[in-house]
């Protein structure tokens, strides 16, 4: 079990660091969350840690979601890629006016 936790960890770190969409980062926490809290589990951790991990999960997964659409509204993209050539667009926008 704890070989599996910790391969959901790993799994879900290098996708949040290695993918540039929002929401497949935002699934790559969840990954990595799931697996921290099945170490916890493997480990022998009390039922009300637990309870408090899938707590902040489930926190952490709404603002996540909550950013998500937000991107989407203020950038019209989910891609850090776009995002960031919107910003770029909009600082070279800034600096000749």
Known sequence: ???C???LVMIGAAAVLLLSNA???LAGLL???FGAIGGLAALGASDGALIVGVAVLFAQT????AL???L???YSAIDAVEIDAADADDDAQDRAS
């Open 31 to 33: 990954i990595a969350g």
């Open 5 to 7: 936790a910790v391969a």
């Open 68 to 70: 998500v659409v937000r």
């Open 72 to 74: 989407q509204e203020a």
């Open 62 to 65: 709404a603002i996540g979601a």
């Open 1 to 3: 079990m704890a070989a």
């Open 23 to 25: 929401i497949k980062r």
